[in-house]
């Protein structure tokens, strides 16, 4: 556990010391679950937004995009369910005072007993060596089995009670399982209450007159009251989606965990509408094509699992999530929900509007059911910063931070690196960066030697290095390095373009999905 607090310590501290991540208002200390992305995050976000945007929208012609605005009408959500249902079960510790999410002091609980099945898993590698066979060690070791069945059970349990808003079980639960305040450290707890997420606000200036509004909680419903009109003018035929991103807002209670949990966040979402009694097919399509497109970044599929849930939201018929092995255990990353036609057959109640599709193909109006992906733009930066933050124990006995970032991701594709400051070297260096911008983020960089230089791109993340030495005055060559493999080659300055392209090429990477 230790060993995962430090590492995650790393990532938060290496977020901001290069450049990717900042606490929001940092000059008045800071405000709680928001952050600020720099020179860096904002564009490894933007290729992420980017990456996902190909993939769901340029490459799926019965995919198109959206951008509704944060504000809606108020009714909205309550059509929605999140005026009324929307609510984090709380409880707080009576001596130490602190709030706390009871589900999540459950979860954590659970977190523990997968944590001591990974420790029982290393122990027998150790033990077993080349002999050893994880598969059926996870499925015979009776510990193993025992901590697996205690886990599953307490998860049940618990999504039951929180299905059928039975608090006092869930009170119970946290009492029998003896889960103490992290802070206090005592058992003193009060009962379990629900808290509307929702921030509210005013719309309008006079106190009498103004009404009522909320930052959207999620972006979903943006695209559920535009249904019909992106059908009708898209002249979009079933099945079909509407995908889009930007901002939510959640008044989290457990804020912590860095960029994973945050009050203001964006989402990338994605609306899939489907004949009714077809949503299971497009449910399963859609889990498997999500998770090759996380898999074709190659960050390791040990590193994603798919937990299906128990407690269904108020919407959903079946619900799943891919989950990451981030530095504090697999936690959720991404959520695929069938939500049936909840939404838009509440919002045809709500406003008095159809929002109704003729389906020529069988002759028959329907409200249309769907299937819903949706990412946490934030929380998809920490997967991919967290896995590539990397320290690598080097042959020379000293060790190197890298950022291993997907270079289709990086944020600054290659830095130009003139070995001195002289001899009209710094000049063609610059030569270099003014063709190389017009296709790539590029950095110049001539302070330092250039081990250093090379120590500094790597920990940034930037995947090539361009070293203009005295022969590149007789021949037009360079040095590039790959920050992966620290391999050198020697190529032509024409080449360059090429070279890279090939190696952050957005299609290239989609393709291996
Ligand atoms: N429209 C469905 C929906 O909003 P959700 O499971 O509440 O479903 C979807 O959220 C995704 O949004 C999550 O899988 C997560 O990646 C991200 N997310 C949710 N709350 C978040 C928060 N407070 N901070 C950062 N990301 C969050």
């Not at 110049?444 to 500094?456: H, L, N, P, S």
């Not at 005055?473 to 992966?484: G, M, N």
Request: glycine share 6%; hydrophobic share 40%; aromatic share 12%.
């Amino acid at each position: 556990m230790a060993n995962q607090d430090d590492q995650f310590k790393k990532v938060v501290s290496h977020a901001k010391e290069y450049g990717y991540v900042f606490q929001s208002s940092e000059i008045y200390d800071g405000l709680s679950a928001v952050y600020d992305y720099a020179q860096n995050g904002v564009e490894l976000k933007k290729n992420i937004r980017d990456y996902w945007w190909k993939a769901m929208v340029q490459m799926h012609e019965n995919i198109v995009g959206l951008d509704a605005a944060i504000f809606m009408h108020p009714t909205t959500w309550k059509a929605s369910g999140h005026i009324d249902a929307f609510n984090d079960p709380l409880i707080d510790n009576k001596d130490s005072k602190k709030r706390y999410r009871a589900d999540v002091l459950i979860e954590d609980y659970v977190g523990k007993l997968d944590a001591k099945i990974e420790k029982e898993v290393t122990k027998a590698q150790k033990r077993f060596g080349d002999a050893f066979d994880k598969e059926q060690f996870l499925a015979t070791n009776p510990r193993v089995l025992g901590y697996k069945e205690k886990g599953e059970a307490i998860l049940k349990r618990m999504g039951q009670s929180l299905e059928n808003e039975d608090l006092a079980d869930v009170k119970a639960l946290i009492e029998e399982l003896e889960i103490v305040c992290p802070l206090s450290g005592s058992k003193n707890w009060t009962d379990v209450k629900q808290f509307n997420l929702m921030f509210g606000t005013k719309l309008g200036a006079s106190a009498d007159t103004a009404m009522d509004l909320y930052l959207r909680p999620e972006t979903a419903q943006g695209i559920f009251v535009n249904f019909l009109n992106v059908q009708k003018t898209g002249r979009m035929k079933i099945p079909f989606g509407i995908a889009q991103t930007g901002k939510a807002f959640r008044n989290e209670i457990v804020a912590r965990q860095f960029i994973f949990r945050m009050r203001e966040f964006e989402q990338m979402e994605m609306q899939f509408f489907v004949r009714p009694g077809t949503q299971k097919e497009w449910y399963e399509e859609w889990k498997q094509t999500r998770l090759k497109w996380h898999l074709s970044l190659g960050m390791g599929a040990e590193n994603y699992r798919f937990h299906d849930h128990e407690k269904l939201a108020h919407y959903a018929d079946a619900a799943a999530d891919i989950e990451f092995k981030f530095p504090f255990g697999f936690k959720e990353l991404e959520g695929i929900h069938s939500r049936t036609d909840f939404d838009l057959s509440s919002h045809e109640k709500y406003s008095g509007k159809k929002l109704q599709y003729f389906d020529p193909e069988i002759n028959e109006r329907y409200v249309p059911y769907v299937v819903e992906t949706s990412i946490g733009l934030d929380r998809m930066f920490l997967a991919v910063f967290s896995n590539s933050l990397q320290e690598e124990a080097l042959e020379n006995g000293t060790t190197r931070t890298v950022l291993k970032l997907p270079a289709v991701l990086a944020p600054t594709k290659a830095a130009v690196l003139p070995l001195v400051k002289k001899d009209g070297l710094p000049e063609i260096a610059r030569q270099i960066v003014d063709e190389l911008k017009w296709d790539f983020n590029v950095d110049y960089d001539e302070k330092d030697a250039v081990g250093r230089r090379y120590r500094r791109q790597d920990a940034a993340g930037t995947p090539f290095c361009i070293t203009v030495d005295h022969d590149t005055l007789k021949d037009q060559s360079v040095t590039i390095r790959y920050r992966d493999t620290m391999e050198q080659q020697r190529v032509k300055i024409s080449e360059l373009k090429e070279i890279i392209k090939k190696e952050v090429d957005v299609k290239n990477w989609l393709m291996k999905m």
